[in-house]
């Protein structure tokens, strides 16, 4: 038998499970119970279980095990005491109880896990295509609404919308908690891609807060990335997770010990992960060899390139400018011609970069987008124009929510001074 804890020794505990499990254990209770609020409801009431159980009779063998047990025995009894006012209520608590039963008894470590089930329920066709990201992205991987607002450039408000009318749609649709069979695959695929790719830009490179990267959720999104591999082997899920590996392997070298940020073209190369460079090396072949491959295997080849680079000077710079003009070709994007931009000033000079970033803004794309004006910065201050180079500083610190990156601009701010 357990032996017990103190309660903040429980605190500690419960705050770590939850950190690392919650978004398991609601996608599992989403599966059990049918219904999104009713499992968020339930998830909440077994961790305030927890919290009066757990420091008395010590903690459970299987922690994630016991709070999904509990929370949906917490819901049927909430369901249960419903049917006082309302009787279809015991209907409802007698339906899922009989059919979760069943489902509870299922090993939820398989292929595909309930995450990758909640993932494709979330990205139902028959929801809105902004609903479909939004509610992946809250739902299974736990971005904040805040969070997800500054990815879509939008308002928090806005947002909550989107995620409440697709909960809606999904329940008056009675739309299935299940991975879509073979035939339905394709057309749900590019969503749920888009997702994971945009779950692991928000771990790689976290867009507010005091860290550089997240890497619970870059690790949630190559976790994500493998399960759609062994489901689906398709070039461009290859081309995903090579893209993925071959960006996390320079996780360590990407912030100083008192991790503040470090560029590419400074950091110590041999504390990048060489096996994630060598799967990923692996995978993006594979998918290039296919000829059936798209952006995300393109930007695994770029990746790649960089990979492969023993320095910063070895790299094969009209490479990756040629890969880049392949990419915006086949996904026209103002921040692709902003990398494609970069690139071509590492080839032939900064003015040469300048030039067309300056096109870029001028059109009025990425007027908000703080990388534009920062690598804008970094070329004025090659070329020595360095009022424009403080102007443009200034520009991309007030649009970054970022601590790491504020301090870095704030330094090369000094530094011009």
């Known amino acids: 038998m357990p032996e017990p804890c103190s309660a ?8 770590s499970v939850y950190r690392a499990e919650s978004g398991r254990i609601l996608a599992t209770l989403i599966r059990l119970l049918g219904d999104f609020e009713l499992a968020e409801d339930a998830m909440q009431d077994a961790f305030a279980a927890a919290l009066d159980h757990w420091p ?46 069943v489902s509870a008894m299922a090993d939820d470590e398989s292929v595909p896990d309930d995450r990758l089930r909640l993932i494709f329920t979330c990205c139902h066709p028959a929801l809105a295509p902004e609903a479909r990201v939004a509610l992946t992205l809250r739902e299974v991987c736990g971005l904040t609404t805040e969070e997800i607002a500054r990815a879509f450039l939008t308002t928090p408000p806005t947002l909550a919308q989107r995620i409440v009318r697709a909960k809606a749609k999904i329940r008056d649709a009675r739309i299935p908690y299940q991975v879509p069979s073979p035939a339905e695959l394709p057309e749900r695929l590019d969503t749920v ?14 867009s507010s807060g005091t860290m550089v990267t997240r890497d619970d959720l870059s690790g949630e999104a190559i976790r994500l990335g493998r399960l759609l591999q062994a489901l689906l082997p398709e070039p461009e899920v290859t081309g995903l997770l090579a893209l993925m590996l071959l ?13 503040e940020l470090i560029l590419l073209e400074n950091q110590d190369r041999s504390l990048w992960n060489r096996p994630q ?10 998918a290039l060899m296919s000829r059936r491959f798209g952006p995300y295997t393109l930007q695994a080849a770029i990746a790649a390139v960089h990979a492969e680079a023993s320095t910063a000077a070895a790299t094969d710079w009209p490479q990756i400018v040629a890969l880049y003009s392949v990419l915006a070709r086949a996904e026209p994007s103002p921040v692709v011609e902003l990398n494609r931009a970069v690139a071509v000033a590492m080839r032939d000079g900064p003015q040469a970069g300048l030039d067309l970033i300056d096109a870029l803004l001028t059109r009025g794309d990425l007027a908000e987008y703080h990388l534009a004006h920062s690598a804008r910065a970094d070329l004025c201050r090659r070329l020595g124009k360095t009022t424009e180079a403080r102007a443009s500083y200034e520009k991309a610190l007030s649009l970054t929510q970022q601590g790491p990156e504020r301090r870095f601009l704030e330094n090369r701010l000094r530094a011009l001074s």
Do not use: C
């Open 277 to 286: 460079i060598e799967e990923g090396i692996a995978l993006v072949e594979r």
């Open 8 to 15: 903040e020794q429980i605190h500690v505990m419960l705050d």
């Open 56 to 101: 008395k009779n010590g903690v459970p063998e299987n922690p994630r095990a016991w709070l999904v047990s509990t929370g949906r025995f917490r819901a049927i009894d909430a369901l249960r005491r419903r049917a006082r006012f309302d009787a279809s209520q015991e209907k409802i608590a007698e339906q899922i109880e009989m059919q979760s039963s």
């Open 193 to 206: 891609l888009h997702v994971v790719y945009l779950v692991f830009n928000e771990g790689y490179s976290a």
């Open 247 to 259: 960006q996390e392997s320079r996780r360590a070298a990407r912030t100083s010990p008192e991790g």
